[in-house]
């Protein structure tokens, strides 16, 4: 069973959410709240498996419910809902230790995946989103006239990559591959190099706009 708090300012889409949720036995909605604070009092009463954060509420936003609950509740994972397509959202919600990212307008088809696949320990982006990152990548490859570093990574290095991306650790990655730990700590810290890269969420985004995860 996954138990799940929803927090949105907006009570019919809190409804609606529970709706869709309430069709899977193995989801149960534990609590409800209406902005940011509340969200993070609750996340802490009722340690649930999952919180799904709107990004605009009162009294304290997504992004900061999100950053707080991650500092204090490691354990639990968190879907961001937003109107907002653009890089910037993106990046933020993802320092702020979320690991799906939900348009609302796409909330009614993805919902459930996105549920599952953050519940999994997977990423996941709206296909709205995915799509309009690997445009403007290209965007900027095109008018900086420069090459894609994705090229200059090894083998190993790709592996690594998406498996990072995918939530791995590098212990998980060490078993994964069959290799030392400080061996993997040297590959990610190598590749991190060649992309100019300088956080997990960071990689995220570029494993997203090169397709190697979506």
């Known amino acids: 069973?996954?138990?799940?708090?929803?927090?949105?300012?907006?009570?019919?889409?809190?409804?609606?959410l529970r709706l869709v949720l309430e069709e899977h036995k193995d989801f149960q909605v534990i609590g409800e709240a209406s902005d940011g604070r509340e969200a993070v009092a609750l996340v802490e009463e009722l340690k649930p498996d999952l919180v799904v954060l709107d990004i605009t509420m009162p009294n304290m936003n997504g992004i900061e419910a999100a950053r707080q609950i991650s500092e204090k509740q490691a354990g639990v994972s968190i879907v961001v809902l937003s109107m907002h397509s653009d890089e910037s959202y993106v990046?933020?919600?993802?320092?702020?230790?979320?690991?799906?990212?939900?348009?609302?307008?796409?909330?009614?088809?993805?919902f459930i995946l996105a549920i599952r696949s953050v519940s999994a320990g997977k990423a996941f982006f709206s296909p709205a989103v995915s799509r309009?990152?690997?445009?403007?990548?290209?965007?900027?490859?095109?008018?900086k006239d420069i090459e894609d570093s994705y090229e200059l990574l090894t083998q190993r290095e790709r592996e690594l990559l998406q498996l990072i991306a995918e939530g791995k650790s590098n212990k998980d990655v060490a078993n994964m591959l069959n290799l030392s730990l400080y061996t993997v700590e040297t590959h990610r810290g190598n590749l991190m190099e060649k992309l100019n890269l300088h956080s997990v969420p960071e990689l995220i985004l570029y494993a997203v706009r090169k397709g190697v995860i979506s």
């Open 1 to 16: 069973m996954i138990r799940i708090i929803l927090a949105d300012d907006h009570a019919v889409m809190r409804r609606g």
């Open 91 to 110: 990046l933020r919600a993802l320092k702020a230790g979320a690991r799906g990212y939900l348009l609302k307008e796409s909330a009614e088809s993805d």
């Open 132 to 143: 309009l990152l690997v445009e403007d990548y290209v965007r900027q490859l095109q008018d």
